[in-house]
Antibody, heavy 120, light 114 residues
Framework: QVQLVESGGGVVQPGRSLRLSCTAS????????MHWVRQAPGKGLEWVTV????????NYADSVKGRSTISRDNSKNTLYLEMNSLRAEDTAVYYC?????????????WGQGTMVTVSS | DIVMTQSPDSLAVSLGERATINCKSS????????????LAWYQQKPGQPPKLLIY???TRESGVPDRFSGSGSGTDFTLTISSLQAEDVAVYYC??????????FGQGTKLEIK
């Protein structure tokens, strides 16, 4: 079954760190760039970060740059997002999404999301 | 950064009628070398993740009903649902991927039944 499953969300205090995971199955994970996209409660979608298929290239939204690190382990079919110095405004559902690559360019597969709540 | 602006913010349409959602980019997202518009449309139903509907502005994703269509070029784009069904109630987002590896979404349009 082609799917993405996120984990690692929860309630965390401001200033603390959290690592999210996204496990892929049913497709060749190592052939696709991967993204994290977040959605604050009742708000729209915000692209967060992308990593190339081989992990060599990464990019971040300004809102998380310097506080977050995206990585992947192709041997484990797993994508990660390490978030540091968390703020209340980082509270959101975090989705991992597959890049359709050059054939589509868009995000053609999404996980169900994991909720991160930053609160004291 | 490329800003994506959708209109309207919300829309109520009767069952069986046409629904039209607009999306405008702050700069052209047409790549001249391949004549492709780097625009996608997503549907998000309550409590669910987004689902890709349309890419390259007008190419329907596999399995998407043909009542959904995308059009436009350059800076102005439209998602049309030709005959609204009850299951189409959702929030719809446009997204540009012209400025890869940076991406932006529109603010979303909430579609309801009148």
């Amino acid at each position: 079954q082609v799917q993405l499953v996120e984990s690692g969300g929860g309630v965390v205090q401001p200033g603390r760190s959290l690592r999210l995971s996204c496990t892929a199955s049913g497709f060749t994970f190592s052939s696709h760039a991967m993204h994290w996209v977040r959605q604050a409660p009742g708000k729209g979608l915000e692209w967060v970060t992308v990593i190339s298929y081989d992990g060599r290239n990464k990019n971040y939204a300004d809102s998380v740059k310097g506080r977050s690190t995206i990585s992947r382990d192709n041997s484990k079919n797993t994508l990660y997002l390490e978030m540091n110095s968390l703020r209340a405004e980082d509270t959101a559902v975090y989705y991992c999404a597959r890049d359709g690559n050059y054939g589509k360019g868009a995000f053609d597969l999404w996980g169900q999301g994991t909720m991160v709540t930053v609160s004291s | 950064d490329i800003v994506m602006t959708q209109s309207p913010d919300s829309l109520a349409v009767s069952l069986g009628e046409r629904a039209t959602i607009n999306c405008k980019s702050s700069q052209s997202i047409l790549y001249n070398s391949n004549h492709k518009n780097y625009l996608a449309w997503y549907q998000q139903k309550p409590g669910q993740p987004p689902k890709l509907l349309i890419y390259w502005a007008s190419t329907r994703e596999s399995g998407v009903p043909d009542r959904f269509s995308g059009s436009g070029s350059g800076t102005d784009f439209t998602l049309t649902i030709s005959s609204l069904q009850a299951e189409d109630v959702a929030v719809y987002y446009c997204q540009q991927y012209f400025s890869t590896p940076t991406y932006t979404f529109g603010q979303g349009t909430k579609l309801e039944i009148k």
